[in-house]
């Protein structure tokens, strides 16, 4: 399959719009998924068929669209809806200039009648000047609603086109000759035409400008994208654009800049700051070996770098697209939104005939005529579906750069959903609640050693084995900075230990055989060794010239931040099991340690699934957090999948959301943005539904006959483009959320 296509598509006004162009996406050949985001204007598609095809295909369904290849087609993007925003401001303050004078006048009393020539004339002159208004502030209403009516479709454009039209006729009917109503309803409605587009416009504009805050995590992060790079070519520095730097080449990155794509570090030494991709503050330090990714702040000293992700292939590069894909997406909730919409726009048309139709052959009184053409031009008016249309979208775009924020990658809206529902998280230990590599955790010495010196005999014995044990004794005296000594006659000793000389002493150092077979007394560290191991810590004892020296106890360490994070889920009312191919006495151990009761041990990987799919069988709704590679299988199986990521070791294709960040308390800042999100989409689809519910009905004159209640078509108008800006500003609230994250 080829690479997603992304396009920028224009002239959609609601969400029966969105169902026209995905459908007129899905019928070209070759596409494999269509997914058409309302809220961005955007449509992303995947399958074998050509950008060329899918922008004639949407053009013939009378829209436009134009293909988003890079950064720079995005911005000309932001700059055309900038200017389209500017554009419907002048056009929403021109029809306001025609219309509001009207109003006013006319509800002071000063406006002429038609009964003479001079008011007739007057009224004349209003109609070709509200004509103008139809024209440059309403056209693209009325090209909007042709096209829609050439592909047998109807959308938001039709209702506004047919009630202010019909205002505009009617009105104009009774200035060439008022005789052809009754008196009683020779009213001009020029004012409401006017001041309705002049409403709708204004209301457009306010939602494009607080929908253009909704891609703000999209646009941080390609501001994180370095333009330039520094590299050395023929032993030459030189600065290029980013797009031509090549696989392997040699780049220098000083104190401040940004490191320009991914790579190995080859010279030098630094701290560098990975808030961009980890979400944690504190800059890491980078050694000749490390990876750097793209994206990521230099701090301090200057290092050289050998490119080995460029372009699309940068970790960057891959969550702009991660994101981008998300917030695209639609969740169940969204889809069901848009069929609901799709028939929405015929429906109401339906209904205004109905209302039309019902004030003529049941209304009575002189101003019947008069009152269906109002009720019918206000159910028009009120009912269009644009809030319905952008409920979901909205919010879904708010959640996932929320999400991203904090490290969270959310691969589509249906993980979105689902993490708020899950009340059940399996943790795989190693590396997910644990450090996934063995660290000293402890060092024991008895009276007459140091520490230090433990550690340098420990380590200047270790450092010629590759056992995983020996190499964390190795670490921790590197780390301390502690010179390691040269030693002789090493052996090793399999299952038990190593032996050696230094310095004319005879060293031992391994487990209690070891010590048994040698018959070294470590009666004195007894207590200690078995606390750690009830710890899941392994004690490694040392002896010299057959006398006990200490221990040093050696753990695959727990995350500083399990046990909070364990707590929260807790607190959620989550239930947490601990899942392992561990043995059942160290999994127990780490359990202890932060807070889980329930451990299944000693699983091999390739039946992780089917522990998950027992669970799921029980009723629950499963979150798998592991570390995206070995867990695949259980990640995929899981109602959510989490990945844990460690720099740019994610892997990011492995699960419906992965954690840039080492912390399992991501996963407890995904749950709370998903359910602060659904929650969101919800109040939105509840506030569009019962607006048009409640709405419709009132506007068709229920209220008439009983109170003598009737909804003034400009009122209609004004509150239609508030029901759209209020479901923006209600999403635009979670960009203030703040998940918690300790």
Not at 248 to 276: C, F, K, N, W
Not at 277 to 292: M, T
Not at 427 to 454: C, I, N, Y
Not at 483 to 512: C, D, P, W, Y
Request: overall charge negative; charged content about 20%; hydrophobic content about 45%.
């Amino acid at each position: 399959m080829s690479e997603a296509i992304r396009l920028s598509v224009s002239g959609m006004s609601c969400a029966g719009c969105v169902a026209s162009v995905e459908n007129a996406i899905k019928a070209v050949d070759g596409v494999s998924l269509a997914s058409v985001n309302f809220g961005e204007h955007t449509a992303m598609i995947e399958g074998d068929v050509n950008a060329a095809s899918l922008v004639e295909a949407i053009r013939a369904a009378g829209y436009d669209a134009a293909e988003l290849r890079n950064e720079e087609d995005q911005a000309e993007k932001e700059a055309a809806e900038m200017a389209y925003y500017r554009k419907l401001l002048k056009k929403a303050a021109f029809a306001g200039i025609v219309g509001a004078p009207l109003f006013i006048l006319g509800m002071s009393g000063f406006l002429p009648g038609f009964e003479t020539d001079t008011g007739r004339l007057f009224w004349l002159v209003i109609g070709l000047l509200t004509l103008m208004v139809i024209v440059y502030s309403g056209g693209h209403f009325y090209t909007g609603a042709w096209k829609a009516a050439k592909n047998h479709n109807a959308n938001m454009d039709t209702l506004i086109a047919l009630g202010t039209g019909t205002a505009w006729l009617y009105s104009m009917v009774i200035v060439v000759d008022p005789s052809l109503v009754p008196s009683m309803a020779q009213h001009a409605y020029f004012e409401a035409a006017a001041i309705i587009i002049a409403l709708i416009n204004f209301g457009g504009a306010l939602e494009m400008r607080a929908r253009g805050k909704t891609s703000e995590a999209i646009k941080r992060l390609i501001g994180l994208q370095a333009k330039t790079a520094r590299v050395i070519r023929d032993g030459v520095e030189q600065d290029i654009p980013i797009a031509e730097v090549g696989l392997d080449e040699t780049l220098r990155v000083r104190p401040g800049e940004r490191i320009a794509v991914d790579g190995i570090l080859v010279d030098g030494y630094s701290s560098i700051d990975e808030s961009m991709i980890s979400g944690e503050p504190v800059p890491v330090q980078k050694k000749v070996g490390d990876e750097v990714v793209a994206g990521t702040i230099n701090k301090s000293g200057s290092f050289l770098f050998q490119a080995k992700r460029i372009g699309k292939d940068t970790v960057l590069s891959q969550i702009i697209e991660m994101v981008r894909s998300a917030q695209s997406s639609k969740p169940a909730i969204g889809r069901l939104a848009d069929k609901v919409s799709a028939i929405f726009v015929p429906s109401v048309m339906i209904i205004a005939v109905v209302t039309f139709l019902a004030w003529i052959n049941f209304g009575s009184g002189d101003q019947v005529t008069a009152l269906a053409i109002v009720t019918t031009m206000t159910v028009l008016i009120i009912a269009c579906p644009c809030a319905l249309g952008l409920a979901t979208p909205i919010s879904i775009m708010m959640g996932v750069g929320k999400a991203a924020e904090y490290g969270i990658l959310i691969r589509n809206g249906d993980a979105l959903q689902q993490a708020g529902k899950l009340d059940t998280i399996i943790l795989d230990k190693t590396g997910t609640v644990t450090e996934g590599h063995p660290s000293v955790t402890s060092v024991v010495p008895l009276d007459g050693w140091s520490e230090e010196k433990l550690l340098q005999w420990g380590a200047s014995i270790e450092q010629a084995s590759e056992h995983p044990l020996a190499e964390a004794i190795v670490a921790a005296a590197k780390d301390k900075k502690i010179e390691l000594q040269k030693v002789e006659q090493f052996n090793a000793i399999v299952g038990h230990g190593v032996e050696a000389k230094l310095g004319g002493k005879s060293l031992l150092l391994g487990n209690r055989k070891l010590m048994d077979d040698k018959n070294i007394d470590i009666s004195a560290l007894e207590t200690q060794a078995s606390e750690l191991a009830e710890q899941a810590q392994t004690p490694m004892f040392i002896a010299v010239d057959g006398k006990a020296a200490g221990l040093i106890s050696v753990a695959d360490a727990i995350k500083p931040d399990s046990k909070s994070a364990i707590k929260r889920m807790h607190a959620l009312g989550l239930k947490v099991v601990l899942l392992t191919g561990d043995n059942q006495a160290t999994a127990e151990a780490v359990a202890r340690q932060v807070g889980i009761s329930e451990v299944i041990a000693e699983v091999l990987p390739q039946h992780k699934m089917d522990k998950v799919a027992s669970l799921q069988a029980q009723g629950k709704r499963v979150g798998m957090v592991g570390d995206g590679i070995n867990d695949a299988p259980a990640l995929a199986r899981a109602d959510v999948g989490f990945a844990i990521g460690t720099g740019t070791d994610v892997a990011i294709e492995s699960a419906d959301i992965t954690l840039m960040r080492g912390s399992i308390h991501s996963v407890v800042d995904a749950i709370t943005i998903s359910k602060a999100t659904v929650r969101n989409i919800k109040q939105n689809l509840f506030g569009a539904f019962i607006y048009n519910s409640l709405g419709i009905p009132i506007a068709a004159g229920l209220l008439y006959p009983l109170m003598g209640i009737l909804l003034n078509p400009m009122i209609a108008g004004g509150a239609m483009a508030l029901s759209s800006l209020t479901v923006v500003s209600n999403a635009n609230r979670l960009r203030l959320l703040k998940p918690g994250s300790k």
